[in-house]
C-alpha cells in the first residue's frame, strides 16, 4: 500500500466542520468507492530476483508490486519515475522511458537514477540486447527505433522509422527484435543491425506487447480482443491461450515462465498460466484515474458518470457498486481517454485535453451520440437547450460554442481565461465556470459577458449546482469542497484536508486529472479522489 493510500484511509468516514464564517452544519465524508495502487498502469518488468515492476505515465512513478499481498510501493517516484515501458540488463540494470517528456532513464541496484536520453516525445517501449546494448522507440508521437547508448553520452542513434507503431518488444534467442506493430495489427521481427523488418505473423486487431518465455514462444497481448495469444515465432501460427478484458497494455515472463499482464482500465495485474490460460489476479482497483464526474437522480436514486481516463463508468451513489459502460481500446468501442465529465437530462458529456476530444453519450443506453474532435485541451462541456454545447477551452482560454452539423461552427463565446476547468450549466443562457489559474469563479452569459463570483481561490476545478442553487466547487490547491453563494460570493468551507490534488505529470498540464463534483438531487456531494482512484460522497449531519 503506497504512502498516500495509507493515510487517506484518516479520510474517510470522519465528521468535518465548516469555516466559523459557515452555520453550525456539519457533514460526514465517506469513501463511496474504494481506491487503488496505480494511476493507471503500463509497463512492467521481472528482475533476477523475481521482483515485478509496473510503471504509470500519469502517476509519474515506477512501482513494485507485492505479488503475494496484491499491493504496491513506488520504487522511483516522479518526476522521474513516470514509466510507459521497463526493462532489465543483463547486468540488472533496470531502465524505463518516460512517454510524455520524451526521456529515458535507468538505475542500477538502489543507485542513483541517470539520464540516458531526452528529446524523444512518445519515448515508449525499450529492450536490451544479450550484449547488454539497448534500444528503444517512439510511438504515438512519433515512429522511430533508436540506439541508445547506456552511459548516456552519446546522443540516440535512430535506427528506423515509420514500422506502424512498434511496442513493447524483447529480443528474440536469434537476437532479433520481435514486437507488434500497433497501427497494423502484425508482430514484426527487426535485425538492428541491417535495420530490416519483416512480418512474422497477422490478424491481430490492435496488438500491444510481445516477450519470450524459456521454450522459445512468442507471446503477444491484443488490446483490443484482451487476448494473450502464443505465436511460433518460425511460422507465425497462433493460439489464443487466454481470454481476458481489453486494454491490455504490456506483459512480462519470469524465469518460471509466470505471464503477468497489465491492463489499463483495471489499474490492474493478472497472473496467466501458460499451459491452462487460467488467470489470476494480483492486483486491481475498482476504478482506474477518475477525473471530472456528473450526477443524475432518477426516482431518488443518484447516478455518478466517471470520466475515468482508461474507461467510462458509472457508480451507485447508495451502494458504491461500480458500473463499466466501455473501455480505451476495446474492440468497437469509441472512446478516447475521457478526463471530464458533465451530465445532465439524457446526456452525458466527456471532454479529454489529451485527446482534444468531446464526446455526447446517450445517458440511459451509453451509446456515443457525437464524437467532436479537434479542441485545444477542453476540460469540461455542457449541452445548451437548444442543442448547442459549450466548452471549456483551456489551451485557448476560451468558453467555446459548438453548433451546427457534428458541432462543426465553433464561435468563442468569451475569451481571455486563465485555466478554464470545471462548468456548470445554470438557469437560461448563463453557465459557471472555474478559472484554476487565476483562482475564481465567474458567471458567464452565452452573450459573453462575464461576472467574477467568487476570486482568491486556490485552483478550483469541478463545479457543480446544488438544489438550492449554491455552487459546489472542488478547490484543490486547498484541498477541500466549498460552497459559494453566487448572489454575493460567501464561502463556506464544506469539507477539508481532502485527498484531491495529484501533482501533474512532467509534460502535462497544471491542472493534470481534474477534481470532478457532482450532487445528487437532496443535496448529496459526490467528489472525486485522484490521489486514491477512489470516490467519496458528503453528507450533510
Same mark, same amino acid.
Given at each position: ?34 481506491? $487503488?495502487?496505480?494511476? &493507471?498502469?503500463?509497463? +512492467?518488468?521481472?528482475? %533476477?530476483? *523475481? @521482483? #515485478?515492476? /509496473?510503471?504509470? !505515465? ?59 536520453? $531526452?528529446?524523444?516525445? &512518445?519515448?515508449?517501449? +525499450?529492450?536490451?540486447? %544479450?550484449? *547488454? @546494448? #539497448?534500444? /528503444?522507440?517512439? !510511438? ?80 503477444? !497481448? ?320
Amino acid at each position: 500500500m503506497t504512502s498516500w493510500l495509507a493515510l487517506a484511509t484518516s479520510v474517510a468516514a470522519i465528521v468535518i466542520g465548516t469555516t466559523a464564517a459557515a452555520s453550525a452544519q456539519t457533514y460526514e465524508v465517506t469513501r463511496l468507492v474504494p481506491g $487503488s495502487a496505480f494511476h &493507471g498502469v503500463h509497463g +512492467l518488468g521481472v528482475d %533476477k530476483a *523475481g @521482483r #515485478l515492476f /509496473a510503471g504509470s !505515465v500519469a502517476g509519474a512513478a515506477l512501482y513494485e508490486v507485492d505479488r503475494n499481498n496484491g499491493t504496491a510501493k513506488i520504487a522511483v517516484p516522479s518526476p522521474e519515475g513516470m514509466s510507459d515501458d521497463i526493462a532489465f540488463a543483463p547486468d540488472g540494470t533496470m531502465a524505463w522511458t518516460a512517454f510524455l517528456t520524451g526521456d529515458l532513464y535507468s538505475r542500477k541496484g538502489d543507485g542513483p537514477v541517470k539520464k540516458l536520453a $531526452s528529446g524523444l516525445p &512518445g519515448i515508449n517501449s +525499450l529492450a536490451y540486447r %544479450k550484449d *547488454g @546494448r #539497448l534500444y /528503444a522507440t517512439q !510511438v504515438f508521437l512519433d515512429d522511430a527505433l533508436y540506439e541508445i547508448d547506456v552511459e548516456g553520452v552519446k546522443p540516440p542513434r535512430k535506427i528506423m522509422e515509420k514500422m506502424g507503431g512498434l511496442n513493447g518488444f524483447e529480443f528474440g534467442p536469434d537476437d532479433r527484435l520481435y514486437g507488434p506493430l500497433w497501427f497494423k495489427g502484425q508482430v514484426a521481427r527487426v535485425d538492428v543491425d541491417k535495420a530490416e523488418l519483416s512480418v512474422v505473423a497477422d490478424g491481430f486487431k490492435i496488438p500491444a506487447a510481445a516477450n519470450f518465455d524459456s521454450k522459445g514462444n512468442l507471446w503477444v !497481448v491484443d488490446t483490443a480482443l484482451g487476448q494473450l495469444v502464443r505465436v511460433d515465432p518460425k511460422t507465425g501460427a497462433r493460439k489464443v491461450v487466454a481470454q481476458l478484458k481489453p486494454s491490455l497494455d504490456n506483459l512480462a515472463i519470469d524465469d518460471m515462465d509466470r505471464i503477468f499482464v497489465s491492463n489499463m482500465a483495471d489499474n490492474g495485474i493478472q497472473e496467466v498460466d501458460p499451459e491452462t490460460g487460467a488467470a489470476k489476479q494480483v492486483i486491481i482497483g475498482k476504478l482506474a484515474l477518475p477525473g471530472g464526474i456528473g450526477v443524475v437522480s432518477d426516482g431518488g436514486k443518484d447516478t455518478i458518470y466517471i470520466a475515468d481516463v482508461f474507461a467510462y463508468r458509472t457508480v451507485d451513489g447508495a451502494t458504491g457498486e461500480v458500473s463499466e459502460s466501455s473501455r480505451m481500446h476495446a474492440d468497437g468501442v469509441t472512446l478516447e481517454y475521457p478526463m471530464s465529465a458533465t451530465a445532465k437530462g439524457d446526456d452525458v458529456l466527456l471532454s479529454s485535453w489529451f485527446t482534444g476530444t468531446v464526446q455526447l453519450i446517450d445517458r440511459k443506453t451509453g451509446k456515443t451520440k457525437e464524437m467532436l474532435h479537434g479542441f485545444k485541451a477542453p476540460h469540461d462541456a455542457v449541452k445548451l437547450g437548444d442543442g448547442s454545447i459549450l466548452v471549456n477551452e483551456l489551451g485557448s482560454k476560451s468558453l467555446v460554442r459548438a453548433s451546427g452539423e457534428h458541432g462543426k461552427d465553433r464561435t468563442v463565446v468569451i475569451s481571455g481565461l486563465e485555466g478554464p476547468v470545471g462548468l456548470a450549466a445554470g438557469s437560461g443562457d448563463t453557465v459557471y465556470l472555474t478559472e484554476a489559474f487565476a483562482g475564481q469563479v465567474s458567471k458567464v452569459a452565452t452573450s459573453g459577458e462575464k461576472t467574477v463570483i467568487a476570486k482568491d481561490l486556490k485552483m478550483p476545478e469541478g463545479i457543480a449546482i446544488a438544489p438550492d442553487g449554491k455552487l459546489i466547487v472542488a478547490e484543490v490547491g486547498a484541498k477541500r469542497i466549498i460552497q459559494i453563494d453566487p448572489k454575493d460570493g460567501t464561502v463556506t468551507e464544506i469539507a477539508a484536508n481532502l485527498p484531491i490534488g495529484l501533482p501533474a505529470a512532467p509534460g502535462g498540464l497544471p491542472s493534470n486529472i481534474p477534481t470532478g463534483v457532482g450532487i445528487g438531487a437532496t443535496g448529496v456531494i459526490y467528489f472525486s479522489s485522484d490521489l486514491e482512484n477512489a470516490i467519496y460522497k458528503v453528507v450533510r449531519k
